[in-house]
């Protein structure tokens, strides 16, 4: 006789932890893989979980096997035009007619593919950039949220037991539950009185009467004054704070002298501001301005892949934000961020113009303008305009990056002031 | 393949089935036990009792990824199990198996929550009374596994290496694991037969153990620093004395550097490995005869009238899935089918019994017009792969099967075809795939052969080579784990037939 037992309900995930120890055990392998991922992606499309994809030679579980070699007696169904002693030529591969068949869907065989969670890919995306542990609590963190009152329920912790809630409920139980027994003991009261108004007070029917009235007084009594199906919550659900909106402009110097390397840091520059903003507001546009000598808006796209020749007017991209805002992003209603990224590069004659551009008619309308200059060799003109900006307005945020890690340094003075 | 559709001219009429719909419910899941059980008994198959658990396909990934053991130590290799198995379920790669079944007492069958009634009888069928009776009855899972005590060493296993983690860190004890892992197919005795295994045992002999085995692993060694050369003069008798066959044991025994956590976590791999070996042996067997009897009883309700035509129809559909066998020139060719195999030999054999040809009567005289129920249960009882094919590998089903047979010599420009499905090849292809089934041959056959006990305490393997096969392109990464566990410098050779030693000597 078989015993049969239900544990849909038991132990889920039991491989939770294999599946952490794997994690760790490849990490150098998979960050590289993020990396490349990283690479392929979107500013505004950083927070979700994504296939890694690592050579299956650097996970193998060797054992010891055989060679090729020596000699190999091989058993094969589906005889079809072989007679003995046949001699057919070696397939490609080797192993006597087998050959793996490649993936329908064209991953290598050579690859283990597997799924990063949302989490565990931002870990990655993080771990590269050298932030600190509470900056990346607070981004990777869910928005947040409010308490908000929504009715009763019968489930909860005692904190939120609404006293009145449950009162009501307790006498309108008692009131159905009596209600029965109430209405047989009226009854028996009015033919008792009859019998004894009759004169029969004394007789077996009175008194089976009395008995049955005794019954239905104790009855009604045992009702419970309070019981715990009575018992009501005040229930309280999540409400996402309320938030505004805001407009991210990326703007990028696609000058001969950017060079992939470059346009590579600048993203992820791009992508941790996005996310710095997720974090604050509800809605956030993203503007892209690409500018060599003249500047344009593009899709992201092109964004990143466009590479122009040719000599740079970095005003140009300034007066395209600045008429952009005007047009569809009044500052009354919008969160101006933006973020400049160039190699440092940039006509003598137009640094003086883009710093007027920025004092007088961008900084008042931003709350945060930040400039990273890449792999420059020397701070150019641009570089000892933008100081001025920066010593006249506290909105204005500057830094050379040469490598991924200086990334982070910019964000921490918006981060201070958000903390602020 | 004989399909045994006599009763199904039954007449509807006196058909009550069991069910209609796909739907299953615990009440019905009990009545096909039930109905099952009885065909069961009737045909004879002895069983331990059935612990049927009704499990999501979450977590019948989980099962699958700990190698079906319900309780498993935590590794990486795991890990990555679980991820490879997780992608291409939910890519609709495929399917997850029918059912697991784990070899203990009661004998655990996992039964997936979405498949359908006919699914459920199948998988009873097959897993707990099937695979059930095999691992019951057949000799090697009777000498070398204990179904009583393996979810008990399992659970020991697995604190015990929960408890070393945290006292010598996870990286120590996943890098010793990792090597262990590594010799786990060298970890297992083929003829000694192990003690049994039990919880309480276990423990009470386990830290005795550890005392003990520190002091005989001293002993071996102690007397190295008095001599200091003197001995390398009179040759001290070859250790060990024989070579050994099982790698794991010996580390476990007498390498000089681990601790005595480390020696009981190479224990305990060895133990489960072991426990693992008549599985690995008996592939085919094993699942030939749960498929064969599956088919059987299912077969044998529906013509008692307690399945519907519908029932039949999805359980014939999923069984000749499993029992596709693509020829070798398909794509989706990878190796012989065990299910495919076992399934029409064990069919065969009951055909022979029943309808013997004059072939037959030539071949298996003994077998041609026997009571088939004892003689499949004779045969399941007594045999590996190996020798069921050497034994039981009929003339019909080479033809049936169109099985052929080459040889693939390095010395040679082409493959040579040496036998088919004539009456020259019959018995010579019957030969070599059961010299296919002989794990003996399929990996290396690798020995300890000596150690320099005076001198620098290196390890040398041999490898004794089987038709000049030479190891793979993993030896040198493998004898970096066998110098792991030793802690000194290993070596290997390969040593020809003629007993000659090869030149390519690899050190780790």
Redesign the interface.
């Known amino acids: ?8 309900l038991s ?5 939770a ?10 990490k150098a392998q998979i960050r590289k893989a993020a990396a490349e991922v990283v690479s392929g992606r979107k500013v505004a499309d950083l927070e979700r979980g994504e296939k890694i994809s690592i050579p299956s030679k650097d ?22 035009e ?9 397939p490609d591969g ?8 490649g993936s329908p869907d064209g991953e290598g065989m050579d690859d ?4 990063l969670s949302r989490e565990e890919f931002m870990d990655y995306f993080f771990q590269d950039l050298a932030l600190p542990d509470l900056v990346k609590k607070q981004l990777a963190a869910v928005p947040e949220v409010k308490k908000a009152r929504a009715g009763f329920v019968s489930q909860g912790n005692p904190s939120s037991l609404h006293v009145v809630r449950s009162m009501k409920q307790a006498i309108g139980r008692r009131m159905a539950m009596a209600a029965g027994p109430r209405d047989a003991l009226r009854e028996a009261e009015e033919a008792l009185e009859a019998l004894v108004a009759r004169g029969l007070g004394a007789s077996p029917e009175a008194e089976a009467l009395r008995e049955e009235i005794e019954a239905l007084k104790s009855r009604i009594a045992a009702v419970p004054f309070i019981d715990t199906w009575d018992l009501r919550y005040a229930n309280r659900v999540d409400q996402p704070t309320p938030s505004s909106q805001a407009v991210m402009f990326c703007l990028l110097d696609v000058s001969g002298s950017m060079d992939q390397d470059r346009k590579n840091i600048a993203k992820r520059f791009f992508m941790l501001l996005h996310l710095f903003l997720t974090k604050s507001y509800e809605r956030i546009d993203v503007v892209f301005i690409r500018h060599h000598t003249v500047a344009k808006e593009v899709e992201e796209e092109e964004f990143f892949s466009s590479r122009e020749s040719g000599g740079t007017v970095a005003s140009s991209a300034l007066e395209l934000m600045r008429d952009i805002i005007l047009e569809r992003y009044p500052s009354a209603n919008w969160n101006i961020y933006a973020a400049q990224a160039s190699d440092g590069d940039n006509w003598e004659d137009d640094s003086p113009r883009c710093r007027d551009l920025l004092v007088q008619s961008i900084l008042p309308l931003t709350q945060y303008f930040a400039y990273v200059e890449i792999e420059a060799k020397e701070p150019q003109s641009l570089w000892h305009e933008y100081e001025r900006v920066k010593a006249a307005s506290p909105r204005f945020a500057m830094q050379r990056i040469l490598t991924l890690e200086d990334i982070y340094p910019v964000f921490r003075e918006l981060f201070r002031k958000k903390v602020a | 393949m004989a399909v045994e559709m006599e009763g199904a001219a039954s007449p509807a009429a006196k058909r009550q089935p069991l069910s209609e719909g796909s739907e299953w419910t ?1 009440e019905l ?2 009545r096909y ?1 039930h109905e099952i ?1 009885r065909v069961a008994a009737h045909y004879g198959l002895d069983t331990d ?8 396909s ?2 019948m ?2 099962a699958y ?2 190698v079906g053991m319900p309780v498993g130590y ?7 199990q ?3 198995t ?2 291409s379920y ?1 890519r609709g790669q495929m399917g997850l198996a029918y059912e697991i079944v784990i070899n203990s007492n ?1 004998c655990i069958a996992y039964l997936m ?1 979405e498949n359908t009634m006919t699914m459920q009888a199948l998988v ?1 069928a097959h897993a ?1 009374y099937g695979h059930n009776s095999f691992f019951k009855g057949n000799y090697l899972f009777r000498t070398w596994t204990d179904a009583e005590g393996i979810l008990d060493y399992l659970v020991f296993a697995r604190n015990f290496i929960a408890e070393c983690e945290q006292r010598h860190g ?1 990286e120590a004890v ?1 890098e010793l694991l ?1 090597s262990c ?6 970890g297992v005795d083929r003829y000694k037969r192990p003690a049994k295994l039990s919880m309480a045992k276990e423990q009470a002999r386990q830290a005795e153990r550890e005392a003990y085995l520190q002091s005989q692993v001293n002993d071996l060694w102690r007397t190295l620093p008095t001599k200091q050369g003197a001995g390398r003069q009179q040759r001290a008798p070859r250790f060990p004395a024989e070579p050994q066959e099982n790698l794991l044991y010996f580390i476990e025994k007498n390498a000089p550097r681990l601790e005595p956590w480390q020696r009981e976590i190479v224990r305990i791999v060895r133990k489960i490995a072991q426990y693992f070996y008549p599985q690995r042996q008996t592939q085919v067997m094993n699942e030939g005869w749960a498929t064969f009897w599956h088919y059987t009883l299912i077969n044998h309700l529906y013509e008692e009238g307690k399945l519907t035509d519908g029932f039949m129809m999805e359980f014939l559909k999923s069984h000749t899935n499993v029992i596709y ?7 989706f ?4 089918n065990p299910y495919a195999l076992g399934f029409a030999m064990f069919q065969d054999m009951r055909r022979i019994c029943e309808h013997p040809t004059e072939e037959d009567r030539r071949w298996f005289p003994e077998l041609a017009g026997s009571d088939w129920v004892k003689s499949l249960d004779f045969a399941m009882r007594n045999f590996k792969d190996e020798s069921f094919v050497a034994q039981y590998l009929s003339p019909k089903l080479i033809r049936d ?11 040679e ?10 009456d ?2 019959y018995r010579r ?1 019957r030969q ?2 059961a ?2 089934y002989n794990l003996g041959n399929r ?2 056959n ?1 020995q300890v052969y000596e150690v320099d006990v005076f001198g620098d305490r290196s390890l040398t393997l041999r490898h004794y ?11 040198p ?2 004898l970096r ?1 066998v110098a792991r566990l030793w802690g000194y410098a290993v070596r290997i050779e390969s040593v020809d037939e003629g007993g000659a030693i090869q030149p390519d000597v690899a050190e780790g």
């Open positions: 006789m078989s015993q049969l037992v239900d544990r849909r132990g889920k995930n039991r491989s932890v294999n599946r952490q120890r794997f994690l760790r055990r490849f996970l193998s579980e060797p054992s010891f096997h055989h060679g090729p070699g020596g000699r190999r007696n091989i058993v094969l169904p589906g005889n079809r072989f007679v003995t002693g046949d001699k057919v030529d070696r080797g192993s006597g007619g087998q050959g793996e068949g283990f593919v597997f799924e | 615990f899941l009990d036990d059980a009792p059935n612990q049927i658990e009704v499990i999501t979450e977590q990934i989980d990824s700990s935590h590794h990486w290799s795991y890990g990555k679980f991820l490879s997780h992608k939910k009661p929550e009873i707990a996870e996943e990792d892992h590594a010799l786990m197919n060298l066998q693509p020829p070798f020139h398909s794509r060719y990878s190796g012989i099967l169109k099985l052929f047979a080459m040889v693939d010599d390095d010395r420009d082409k493959l040579e075809v040496t036998a088919i499905h004539d020259a090849g292809v070599l795939l010299e296919h990996e290396p690798i080579m089987h038709d000049r096969r030479p190891l793979g392109e993993s030896t990464e493998m784990h």
